[in-house]
């Protein structure tokens, strides 16, 4: 099962736009719904960029289940980001100027996504995620930030994404040379907060 390319598009126009903002939904949720939440953001003059998951969800098990029982569908969600990348790249907007908001399931893929790909991005938020799989495999990671701010946001406890996994992911992160921030809200559940939005753009917008 492949995810079809469908990309929301709004915020400032691309051609003209030197900034872009990559929103990635979470599981059940839309790329309109996580669009609304730009306007929350300090990102007026970017293009919001929202790619929309086949059937609402990315891939079909948990983050933590192992990667091959999450394909094809997982390989596919992350070519989406890639392309959503490449997108905003075609029209001229250089990657220290591309920006990631994720939530949840979004969380993880931009995280994974992140991770494979590294380089200076100009940041990324991931409010309740890390990266994907029963086993971290750190050779699918690799490249360098050069210090990329970015937020990984959570609660504690999570019934879907442990805390020991946002750790981990922070870890991998910092070696990997980014500017990382881990917060962590006791019993917040599983939602985007305002003190999430109020963080993101202290320490990323």
């Known amino acids: ?31 309109a719904d996580i669009m609304g939440l730009s306007s929350s953001l300090k990102a007026d003059d970017f293009a919001i960029l929202a790619p929309q998951a086949t059937h609402h ?27 959503t990348v490449q997108t905003a790249i075609d029209h001229g907007i250089k990657p220290e100027n591309i920006y990631f908001f994720g939530f949840s399931q979004g969380a993880c893929l931009s995280l994974e996504f992140l991770a494979r790909n590294a380089k200076r991005y100009g940041g990324a938020v991931a409010i309740i995620g890390g990266v994907i799989g029963r086993e971290i495999n750190r050779n699918n990671y690799h490249g360098n930030f050069q210090q990329t701010p970015i937020l990984l946001a959570t609660s504690n406890p999570d019934f879907h994404v442990p805390l020991e996994r946002v750790q981990e992911t922070a870890g991998i992160f910092a070696e990997m040379n980014a500017d990382v921030t881990t917060k962590v809200f006791e019993n917040a559940g599983h939602t985007i907060k305002q003190a999430h939005i109020d963080l993101a753009n202290e320490l990323v917008f």
């Open 57 to 83: 969800t990315w891939y079909p098990l948990s983050f933590l289940a192992p990667v091959a029982q999450n394909q094809p569908w997982l390989g596919s969600a992350l070519e989406v980001i890639g392309q």
């Open 1 to 31: 099962m492949a995810h079809a390319y469908d990309l929301k598009v709004g915020g400032k126009a691309l051609d003209h736009a030197e900034k872009a903002l990559i929103m990635i939904h979470g599981r059940g949720g839309t790329a």
